[in-house]
């Protein structure tokens, strides 16, 4: 193989991962996102990122809606219905976010691990503060960080949580994390301080497969700092915990490796969806 060959078999993994990186960058912002953001948003140029939207725009899965910028597409939308989160699966887990926000007065999220990392994929909120936080569906961020990352990181096996570790931790030894991660497991439950947002307290609990223990994603209760110490966070732990144990065999069955769910195709052309969510 020539030199140059070398250097285009270099290349083409990089050109390949564009457009998912751009995507993925752009389901975790607050849309419509201008091209500057999303160029910033993933390191690249404004005309690299634009030749990588106008390619996603041409096959559906981006929308352009002119000077306000970019959003997610409904061909997009299709496929997360596909691979994604089940509506039998959002169907029932919302009563119990909604039970578990009521009684905290505060707000309740349900985060599915993706690979090395956890996604926001459901939320209520039980707080009438006019200036509370929005809960931002698709909302990324690693294992490591946050109560909700933690909650399933503990409880993923070691050789899968040391390659999550080494990867993404920084100024912690690894004894420091094991002895974190071992307290999680104990107590069943992780704590978070203000690590994702800004005087932000959280209590998150694994959703564990009951076959094998595998945490397939959590579920937090969070609300403001000042409200939510330490002991004011753990008084919501027995409830915390015992919904999850209810709703993980669901989670289980919808999405754990025996899942019996089964979809049929949706019709990736329908661009009704995302009008309807601006409505």
Same mark, same amino acid.
């Given at each position: 193989?020539?030199? $140059?060959?070398? #250097?285009? !078999?270099? @290349? ?8 998912? /990186? *751009? +995507?993925?960058? &752009? ?6 996102? $201008?091209?500057? #953001?999303? !160029?910033? @948003? ?8 634009? /030749? *990588? +939207?106008?390619? &996603? ?223």
């Amino acid at each position: 193989m020539t030199r $140059s060959q070398h #250097a285009a !078999a270099r @290349a083409q993994p990089d050109l390949l991962q564009r457009p998912l /990186r *751009v +995507l993925e960058a &752009l389901a975790g912002m607050q849309q419509p996102a $201008s091209l500057l #953001a999303v !160029a910033n @948003a993933v390191g690249l140029s404004k005309a690299s990122t634009y /030749r *990588v +939207l106008r390619t &996603l725009q041409d096959e559906g899965y981006v929308d352009h809606v002119g000077r306000r910028g970019y959003r997610i597409g409904s061909r997009s939308i299709a496929l997360a219905s596909l691979v994604g989160p089940r509506p039998a699966l959002l169907q029932r887990a919302r009563p119990v976010l909604t039970r578990l926000a009521a009684i905290a007065a505060a707000t309740a999220t349900l985060h599915l691990r993706s690979g090395e990392h956890r996604v926001l994929v459901l939320g209520a909120d039980h707080n009438t503060e006019p200036q509370r936080r929005r809960i931002h569906i698709g909302e990324r961020a690693p294992l490591t960080s946050g109560c909700s990352g933690r909650a399933i990181l503990a409880f993923l096996p070691a050789e899968e949580a040391t390659k999550v570790v080494t990867k993404h931790v920084r100024g912690k030894s690894r004894t420091e994390i094991a002895r974190e991660l071992d307290t999680i497991r104990s107590q069943g439950y992780a704590l978070s301080f203000s690590e994702n947002h800004p005087n932000l307290s959280g209590i998150s609990a694994p959703l564990l497969d009951p076959d094998d223990g595998y945490p397939l994603g959590a579920i937090t209760v969070a609300g403001p700092g000042d409200q939510f110490q330490e002991e004011a966070l753990r008084r919501h732990a027995r409830p915390l915990t015992s919904a999850c144990t209810r709703l993980a065999p669901q989670l289980a069955t919808l999405l754990g490796p025996n899942s019996s769910a089964r979809l049929d195709a949706l019709d990736v052309t329908i661009r009704d969806f995302m009008e309807s969510a601006d409505e």
